[in-house]
């Protein structure tokens, strides 16, 4: 007989909610992308999302918490030489590289807010060097996005844990003796 294994609760509704409002939003951005009212909006949005989801970081749920994942340079170098010996522990919240893929992804939003923004403003109206900066930011998304995709279904392999899932009903395989829990 074949049994499920015990899930927890990891991701509360509020770090679901904000992930995927972000991912359906930048997907409309890209599909509107000539800066219509619509695309304002959004990006306005995704801004107060943004900002939703750190001040989350400080206050919110155990794994939502910035501390218990916030990257440390030897952390994620040992992170990553363990990984590419097939040695990574299992970190219930986010793992080191996945904590500076969330980091580099709010970081590149942030950046498109403020660049799509000042386009607007009579100061840099029209500005070229301005609208490529943005175009860059973009593109750059697209591959961070990439790049995070690829790495939660690698991780949903490599763990035997869907990732994916867990992000839209909030839970993981329950931890073992060697998974990495946050500290509260």
Request: aromatic share 10%; glycine share 8%; no cysteine.
């Given at each position: 007989?074949?049994?499920?294994?015990?899930?927890?609760?990891?991701?509360?509704?509020?770090?679901?909610?904000?992930?995927?409002?972000?991912?359906?939003?930048?997907?409309?951005?890209?599909?509107?992308?000539?800066?219509?009212?619509?695309?304002?909006?959004?990006?306005?949005?995704?801004?107060?999302?943004?900002?939703?989801?750190?001040?989350?970081?400080?206050?919110?749920?155990?794994?939502?918490?910035?501390?218990?994942?916030?990257?440390?340079?030897?952390?994620?170098?040992?992170?990553?030489?363990?990984?590419?010996?097939?040695?990574?522990?299992?970190?219930?919240?986010?793992?080191?590289?996945?904590?500076?893929?969330?980091?580099?992804?709010?970081?590149?939003?942030?950046?498109?807010?403020?660049?799509?923004?000042?386009?607007?403003?009579?100061?840099?109206?029209?500005?070229?060097?301005?609208?490529?900066?943005?175009e860059l930011l973009a593109n750059g998304l697209l591959v961070?996005?990439?790049?995070?995709?690829?790495?939660?279904?690698?991780?949903?392999?490599?763990?035997?844990?869907?990732?994916?899932?867990?992000?839209?009903?909030?839970?993981?395989?329950?931890?073992?003796?060697?998974?990495?829990?946050?500290?509260?």
């Amino acid at each position: 007989m074949h049994t499920k294994p015990a899930r927890i609760a990891v991701w509360d509704p509020l770090v679901r909610i904000s992930h995927w409002l972000v991912a359906l939003l930048v997907l409309g951005n890209f599909l509107n992308e000539e800066g219509e009212t619509w695309h304002r909006y959004a990006g306005y949005t995704v801004l107060g999302l943004v900002l939703l989801r750190l001040l989350w970081g400080m206050v919110g749920s155990r794994y939502a918490r910035l501390s218990s994942f916030w990257p440390r340079p030897r952390q994620v170098l040992a992170y990553l030489r363990a990984l590419m010996q097939d040695r990574a522990p299992r970190y219930l919240g986010h793992n080191p590289a996945a904590a500076v893929m969330m980091l580099a992804l709010w970081a590149n939003l942030l950046a498109l807010v403020v660049s799509g923004w000042l386009m607007g403003t009579d100061a840099f109206w029209g500005e070229e060097w301005l609208e490529d900066l943005h175009e860059l930011l973009a593109n750059g998304l697209l591959v961070l996005v990439g790049l995070h995709v690829a790495a939660a279904v690698f991780e949903s392999w490599r763990e035997r844990d869907n990732l994916i899932g867990a992000m839209v009903h909030g839970k993981k395989r329950a931890p073992t003796a060697h998974d990495i829990a946050p500290h509260d």
